[in-house]
């Protein structure tokens, strides 16, 4: 199955940072997103509530593209930390869902809703489809 076009949509070895539902920077590597994160962002006066995606493609089947999407915090320190009340959350298309149904930006969107109204139902790794009907209730 060829999955250029997500190629196309986001570049699968970066890191992206997205802020109230859009993406703000982008870095290969968490490592070089925090570094980015203290030059490129000014100080917040308190905490504040991001989310980090990353994506991956695989030849198994089961879970041929994922995506991850984490709650993190920014302090004021301009750090990116995992405070206690921050979520996350795997994303895994099969083969078979991709045929169906191809990734889409969107679907950032959802798993950002889905995080954000705490409706993972204690799930850390879940399905396209199990996203969808979650986010479509």
Do not use: H, W
């Not at 109230?20 to 925090?34: D, F, R, T």
């Not at 991956?56 to 089961?62: A, E, F, I, L």
């Not at 920014?74 to 990116?80: G, N, V």
């Amino acid at each position: 199955m060829n999955l250029d076009y997500i190629d196309e949509l986001v570049d699968t070895n970066k890191y992206y940072l997205y802020y109230k539902g859009k993406p703000i920077l982008s870095a290969l590597g968490l490592k070089n997103l925090k570094i980015k994160i203290k030059n490129e962002i000014d100080e917040p006066k308190e905490k504040i509530k991001v989310f980090v995606i990353n994506f991956g493609k695989s030849t198994n089947s089961k879970q041929l593209f994922t995506f991850g999407c984490y709650r993190s915090t920014i302090t004021s320190k301009l750090a990116l930390i995992a405070d206690k009340d921050d979520l996350g959350q795997n994303i895994t298309y099969s083969k078979k869902e991709l045929e169906k149904r191809k990734f889409k930006l969107s679907d950032i969107k959802k798993a950002i809703k889905l995080i954000t109204e705490e409706k993972m139902n204690g799930k850390i790794n879940m399905s396209i489809t199990e996203l969808i009907k979650l986010t479509s209730e």
